[in-house]
């Protein structure tokens, strides 16, 4: 990342897109600027014909991967568990992840162990843990509430009985107790999802009863009164995932009732449904099915000691197994769930990932399901890959191949993630036998390695700083309408940004930028090169032949407070100090946008601010590299965001252009991917037109070395050998039928988006 200019010259000269010293970033031809191209970017692209598509020579033969980030894998320590399978793994916050239960994958045992892994110091360590023990089981949830307690439910013990309690563990005491509960207790079972919604624990699916019968119900339990609600129908599903964001429970792979891997999303609105709202009066009913009141006591269970360690490392738990009698219900069949229930089945797609193949890992963040494919024995890392649903819209991209983010030689059992969304950690062991030097053979160790994944480094922002999520859902299109975004402190301060101070605003800084109206060929030979040839300390560049644009008016103080340049640039007493004036050479609406931003700490304005429209994406690249220059990650983070889940035809060579300006290698990496599977298209956009000539170079060198252009006869030769290419003549048939203008672009990504998923 560029350093923000701190000498009082670099001050004096104001930004330049191209970093504090003036110089563009490595590999990028100088002059051309992001002014240039927020200019020559148009609504509509060039007319394209639909007979051309690059394809490697030698599918054998992969390119290089651009340098950037990779998530690192770090050996653990300690006590590490060996083959724990259907244990329940749990990010628990200040670096540590708890694991709880599972069965040994070799002897059969099932444990009730407690194990703590440091993320600092990466030992594992046994817990010794106190008060109402739970019996060994394996397949249950545990998930993490209020931050500092593990509420464990269901599984199956030793016996291979269905449990349905509910035990706490006190992460800051190691102590165990089991609530008393009322309301109709939920069939026990195994293998199901449990998600957290407002005080509510909710239950999803899972397996019963001696044939493994698949449960299609949900309920919750209500954490402040612990009374189960009654169970209603919803999808029935084991081995899944489970996630509630916008007031909606969203489920999303695993196992059907037909025991088949499924990549069918369903979710349920919660929102004005009362039966969600309020918890259910129904008479209270113990866990042996026995009615009692509220007040009567709870049968006293003996305190348990924690077994003895073994000279492997665990033993089984020696206790009396707790077994749970059948769960009564009032009805032997659960009606509808009463809020309105949705279906969408993916079919088939380029960027659909099949649940078929691999091991598949489901989280959630920033309103995005993340499904990491990683490598199995049928599967290798190169054909794995980093996948993301956005659940506004319903549309699947790729975020990053297999080699990119896996290293070859591991298998991978575990993930979890931190409660913002920012981080996943990955569990598991590699693949050679003697891996790990423990006097046994290395494969038996099960949770000996852990890779860490930092998903702000995929332009995520983490649950704490996602948009609000959609009210309605709507079809995936090009075009994403955004919410309402700024809020609070942020929306009152929006109110008075670039106001004239005769209106009461309180403004008293005025931020020039260039104009509206500039010819794009005198800016780039005046401003920006201007800007690399004269020295820092000289400000004849800032815009004597470039036109100025009207004043922004601002308020020093926001200013001061929010960027640290004009900090630094104020403190040091700088001409701007004493004029109450600032010049930023950049194109205006990129300038207003990043003011703007300064105020509300959003880059969209919010729908009802019509004189700040929205940012388009050009502005939003040339906002990258601001964030760059003068080093704002927060604003970096929105930029990634944003770019990447809108990449599209005719923006895509500036955010390859910005996003290497920026330093930002996987956003660069993944525009030019764009790039070369939209080539027919790209090189007719204007943007990619008025790309110097160096930049055309290096985006072409992104083509395999063995690639070529295929087209005419010859395409229609190969898509016609559909059966002997499989998947890659789909592919070519798929882009044989595209259609290239952008007007007509969002019909045709509608029309693939119902090839590939059914509604219901």
Request: charged letters at 20%; glycine letters at 8%.
């Amino acid at each position: 990342m560029a350093q923000n200019p701190s000498t009082p010259a670099a001050a004096a000269a104001g930004p330049s897109i191209f970093g504090g010293t003036g110089q563009p970033a490595a590999g990028i031809a100088p002059h051309l600027s992001v002014s240039s191209f927020a200019s020559a970017l148009t609504p509509t692209s060039a007319a394209s014909s639909n007979n051309t598509y690059i394809m490697p020579n030698s599918p054998a033969k992969s390119r290089v991967p651009m340098d950037g980030y990779r998530p690192k894998v770090t050996r653990t320590l300690g006590q590490r568990p060996a083959c724990l399978v259907n244990a329940s793994v749990t990010y628990c916050g200040n670096n540590q992840i708890f694991a709880f239960g599972g069965f040994d994958q070799y002897t059969d045992e099932v444990y009730n162990h407690v194990l703590r892994l440091d993320l600092v110091s990466h030992q594992w360590t046994l817990v010794d843990n106190y008060g109402d023990i739970p019996g060994v089981r394996m397949g249950h949830t545990a998930t993490l509430y209020k931050g500092d307690k593990l509420l464990v439910f269901g599984g199956e013990n030793e016996h291979r009985t269905y449990l349905s309690d509910l035990i706490i563990f006190d992460l800051k005491t190691a102590h165990w107790t089991q609530p008393q509960v009322t309301g109709p207790i939920p069939k026990g079972r195994a293998r199901h999802a449990a998600v957290l919604h407002e005080d509510k624990l909710f239950i999803v699916g899972g397996i019963t009863g001696h044939d493994n019968y698949v449960l299609d119900d949900i309920c919750y339990l209500d954490l402040k009164t612990y009374t189960w609600s009654r169970s209603w129908r919803f999808v029935g599903r084991f081995d899944h995932s489970a996630y509630i964001w916008g007031d909606r429970v969203w489920v999303f792979g695993g196992l059907s009732e037909d025991m088949d891997k499924v990549s069918d999303l369903w979710w349920l609105d919660l929102k004005g449904s009362p039966a969600f709202d309020s918890p259910p009066h129904i008479g209270s009913l113990d866990r042996s099915g026995t009615a009692r009141s509220a007040t009567s006591p709870r049968p006293l269970r003996q305190a348990v000691q924690s077994p003895a360690v073994g000279s492997s490392g665990y033993a089984a738990n020696s206790r009396t197994p707790q077994v749970n009698p059948p769960s009564f219900h009032l009805k032997s069949y659960a009606p509808p769930a009463p809020g309105a229930v949705s279906a969408l089945k993916f079919v088939s797609g380029t960027n659909v990932p099949s649940q078929m193949q691999g091991i598949h890992f489901h989280v959630y963040s920033s309103g995005t399901l993340l499904d990491f494919v990683t490598p199995a024995a049928t599967i290798s890392s190169k054909e794995c890959s980093l996948s993301a649903l956005d659940l506004g819209v319903l549309r699947w991209q790729k975020l990053a191949e297999g080699r990119e983010v896996f290293k070859s030689g591991y298998r991978w059992h575990y993930c979890t993630m931190n409660e913002d969304g920012t981080k996943a950690w990955l569990l598991g062991c590699p693949t050679e036998a003697g891996a790990i030097d423990l006097g046994t053979n290395g494969l038996e160790e099960y949770l000996s390695d852990i890779m860490e994944i930092d998903l702000r480094r995929f332009g995520f922002l983490g649950n704490n700083m996602a948009s609000e999520p959609r009210t309605d859902l709507v079809r995936p299109s090009l075009r994403i309408r955004h919410p309402e975004s700024s809020k609070g402190l942020g929306a009152d301060l929006a109110r008075l940004f670039n106001q004239h101070p005769d209106t009461g605003s309180g403004t008293d800084f005025i931020v020039t930028a260039l104009s509206r109206d500039y010819d794009e060929d005198e800016i780039m030979g005046s401003a920006l090169m201007h800007s690399t040839e004269l020295g820092e300390g000289d400000q004849t560049w800032l815009a004597p032949d470039a036109p100025t644009s009207a004043p922004i008016h601002v308020h020093r103080l926001i200013l001061q407070a929010r960027w640290p340049h004009f900090a630094r640039l104020w403190s040091s007493q700088m001409a701007e100090f004493h004029t109450k004036k600032m010049h930023i050479p950049e194109p205006y609406s990129v300038v207003k946008a990043f003011l703007y931003y300064l105020y509300t700490d959003h880059i969209d304005p919010s729908s009802g601010d019509a004189e700040n429209a929205m940012a388009d994406l050009s502005d939003v690249a040339g906002l990258l590299v601001m964030s760059n220059i003068y080093n704002i990650p927060h604003l970096r983070l929105l930029c990634v965001n944003r770019l990447s889940k809108e990449l599209d035809v005719d923006h895509a060579c500036i955010i390859w252009y910005c996003a290497g300006l920026a330093s930002e290698e996987w956003l660069r990496k993944r525009a030019a991917n764009f790039c070369m599977t939209h080539w027919g298209r790209i090189v007719r956009t204007v943007g990619f037109q008025r790309l110097p000539r160096a930049a055309l170079v290096e985006l072409s060198q992104e083509v395999d070395m063995e690639g070529r252009v295929v087209g005419g006869d010859e395409l229609d030769m190969i898509v016609g050998m559909d059966a002997g290419f499989g998947d890659a003549g789909s592919a070519l048939a798929r882009r044989k039928d595209s259609v290239s203008s952008n007007q007509t672009q969002m019909l045709e990504s509608e029309a693939e988006d119902d090839d590939g998923m059914e509604m219901s």
